[in-house]
Every structure is written in C-alpha cells, then in structure tokens.
C-alpha cells in the first residue's frame, strides 16, 4: 500500500465537488480513486505525529488496518493520503468530502450525531487534568482561581463549564488551537491544568522534554466513546469499516495494537503510557455499539 502526505488546502474544494458527485457514495469514490483520504491528528494520545510526515498511534495504525480492508472489499489496492486534521475542521472536512473518514481522538455525541455518523467505539475516554508535578492542585476544586487551558474544538471544553457551574468555582479559561498547543501553555506556565482526554494528557507528557515534570490528577470528569468518524448517512461504508473493526477485535489484533501504544515504549522517547485497557473500552469492544457519550450517564 502506498501513503503519502496531501495538504488540506489543495483537497477542499476539489474534494468536496466529487463527493456531491458521488451522491454521498463513500466507496464508489474511493474505489474510482484508488486511494482514501484519511483524517489523521498530531498530537493525539490515540493518533500522533512523529514529524517528517510520519503518522502513528493506536488508531492511526487502526484506520491503516481498515484501509487494507477496505481494498479487499473494492477489490484494488487503495494508497492513503494522510489529511492532518484539528479539533475545529475535523467535522466540516468529513461534511464536505475532504476526508473519507477520520480515526483520531473524536468524541461521539448526539450533537455531533446530526452532522456525522460514528463507527462503533473503540476507546472509552476518561476526562482528567494534567498539572506541574509540584502543583497543589488535585481536584476540580482546587481551580478556584486558577487558569486553566483545554482545546478549541473539543467535549472538554463543555464538561469544563459544566463542573464550573457544578463546583460554584472560578477560573479562568485558555483554548489552544490544538492539544499541543494546550500543552504548551501548561508547560510554559501560561496556565495551571489543562483538561482534556487522559490518553492525550499522557501523550503529550510521554513525548515532553521533561515527562517526569507533569502528572494527571483529579476525578474523572466525564466518561466517553471515542470513535471513527465516517460521512453521515453512509451506511456502505459505516458497514464496511465496522466489519473491519469487528475482524480486529475477533481475531485479538485490536488488542495486540493496544497493547502496543499503550502499554509498551513507544516514540520517540521510549517512554510507556503505562494505560491498561480499561473495563469500559473492553466492554465496548465485547459488545459493539455507537452508543453517544449522552448515554454513558455524563450529565
């Protein structure tokens, strides 16, 4: 299979054409294309880039696995452009055909149901807070008065206002355009904690210069299925890619792949997540479902 990088600027309107062409026909396009246009992230705990190009991660590596799939299933080989993707343009990009499908760190919700469909889950997130190591800071509480910075674009940015209210605290709020770009403000100082998905806290910190100078604390703040997100509607190719997420998960190299990203050294600093799966994402994997994160009991 050939990959190889494709900028966004150049796909958007020309994409966008052929997928109204297409009448919404995921596979029919990818097929006439020989090639798939996949939504890939660079600072993701499930979806990272190690520069040069050069995409990985537990879901990237997961998506790769269905492209070869998805070859099967249209009977060509299929060449995957890598289309980097933020939590802002992830969504519009899907809608208007930029991108086949996008398998990073997406949150399915309701709201977002009615512009996306999502595959089944394959990762339940918990919603923490990484600090300084020497922070005092320990609990949604201890905010008060602090500064605290979570991505544009993302569920966090909604649970955030919600223990806000919840707390009766006060802090004050930083977006960064992207999970790097968070991080950046927590390690500079510009902020206390930033909020965000565990695995992409323990990410950012495994890849930082120093990771032993930040640690993840606090209460789960919300609890959410993380899946692909595929064009609304189009159920031949929802079909097609959860059959490949099942062939995965039945055949244990799902896990393999987990064990791998999560659980191993990984780059580019050697340095493991230390994240066992969870009960939840094994359940999930034991019974596939789309559920939203509505229906997970976050309030």
Not at 81 to 93: E, F, M
């Amino acid at each position: 299979m050939f990959k190889h990088i494709i900028a966004v600027s150049v796909l958007t309107l020309a994409a966008g054409a052929a997928f109204a062409q297409a009448g919404g026909d995921t596979l029919a396009r990818i097929q006439s294309k020989g090639e798939v246009n996949l939504g890939v992230r660079d600072s993701s705990g499930l979806a990272f880039s190690l520069g040069s190009g050069k995409y990985v991660g537990f879901h990237t590596e997961m998506a790769e696995r269905i492209v070869d799939d998805l070859s099967k299933h249209v009977g060509k080989p299929l060449k995957i452009n890598y289309v980097l993707i933020t939590s802002a343009n992830r969504i519009p990009l899907i809608q208007n055909g930029t991108i086949d499908f996008e398998c990073g760190s997406t949150t399915n919700s309701r709201a977002r149901q009615r512009d996306v469909d999502f595959a089944n889950t394959t990762y339940v997130e918990e919603i923490r807070m990484a600090v300084h190591a020497d922070s005092p800071i320990k609990s949604v509480r201890d905010l008060n008065g602090k500064t605290v910075v979570t991505t544009t674009g993302t569920t966090s940015v909604q649970t955030l206002r919600k223990n806000e209210r919840a707390q009766n605290i006060d802090f004050k709020t930083l977006n960064g355009k992207d999970h790097a770009d968070s991080f950046l403000q927590l390690e500079s100082g510009r902020a206390d904690a930033f909020v965000m998905d565990a695995s992409i806290l323990a990410q950012n910190i495994a890849v930082s210069k120093n990771p032993k100078d930040f640690k993840i604390v606090g209460e789960v703040l919300s609890t959410e299925p993380i899946a692909c997100m595929l064009p609304k509607g189009d159920e031949k190719m929802r079909s097609a890619v959860n059959d490949s997420i099942a062939r995965q998960i039945k055949d244990g190299s799902l896990e393999k792949l987990y064990d791998k990203w999560f659980m191993q050294p990984i780059p580019p600093r050697n340095v493991s997540l230390n994240m066992p799966v969870s009960e939840s994402t094994r359940y999930a994997w034991e019974h596939p479902n789309d559920k939203p994160m509505e229906d997970y009991g976050n309030k």
